[in-house]
């Protein structure tokens, strides 16, 4: 099955920096590659995504990148804010079954 | 906005007891989903939903597990008989195409707690 590796699981930052999550993949099959936010107590919110026939989507300072050759991609976080701080999953839509990341716990100090 | 609801938001109940899990999805959505969260751990799929039956379902779905739309709205995810390592937190979400081509949205969770 479908093998999600996510780097790192704690990400701690200054208020103001970028933040940068990476996960890589093992389907060749997977074509749709969702982020999720997810704020203690409350379930996995859907902040971007992005489709095995683009290589980057922009969404004001929440950025994605794929690189389906080497089977990774990335969330880029700009300008990080101290209400960023949760944990962020990656997720590979192959196979019609998700498989998530392990997630990043980030933190962002004021 | 529409958002994807479930009650109750924490179940407490004891080892060999039934459990049913309530899920409200977004109206016009036609694909449903149950997940799992143990505490600290990433989500985990069980189960997908479509046209009253299931789609897909993963290894940890087995036959302790059943879901069902009794009407128009609800969708539950049953376990029969509760075993200790089920505590986790459950979340419904759906997706108005197929599992791969478009966004879930998920709920907030019900957090079962089995004793």
């Known amino acids: 099955g479908e093998n999600v590796e996510q780097h790192p699981s704690t990400l701690s930052v200054q208020e103001g920096d970028s933040a940068v999550i990476k996960c890589t993949y093992s389907d060749s099959a997977s074509n749709y590659f969702p982020w999720y936010k997810q704020e203690l107590g409350k379930g996995p919110q859907l902040i971007i995504d992005i489709r095995s026939n683009v290589g980057e989507k922009k969404d004001q300072r929440i950025a994605v990148t794929l690189n389906k050759t080497a089977k990774h991609f990335s969330l880029h976080i700009t300008e990080t804010q101290p209400e960023d701080s949760a944990v962020y999953f990656c997720?590979?839509?192959?196979?019609?079954?998700?498989?998530f990341g392990r997630g990043t716990s980030l933190i962002v100090h004021p | 906005e529409p958002e994807v609801t479930q009650t109750p938001s924490h179940q407490v109940t004891q080892m060999g007891q039934e459990v049913i899990l309530r899920c409200v999805p977004i109206s016009n959505h036609l694909y449903f989903y149950w997940y799992r969260q143990i505490l600290g751990q990433k989500v985990e799929f069980l189960v997908s939903?479509?046209?009253?039956?299931?789609?897909?379902k993963s290894e940890i779905f087995d036959d302790q597990f059943s879901v069902e739309r009794p009407d128009g709205s609800n969708f539950t995810l049953k376990i029969r008989s509760t075993k200790l390592e089920d505590s986790a937190m459950y979340f419904c979400?759906?997706?108005?195409?197929?599992?791969?081509?478009?966004?879930?949205?998920f709920g907030p969770g019900t957090r079962l707690t089995v004793l």
């Open positions: 979400a759906s997706s108005q195409y197929r599992e791969d081509a478009d966004t879930q949205y």
């Open positions: 939903f479509y046209n009253n039956e299931i789609s897909e």
């Open positions: 997720a590979s839509g192959g196979s019609y079954i998700p498989t």
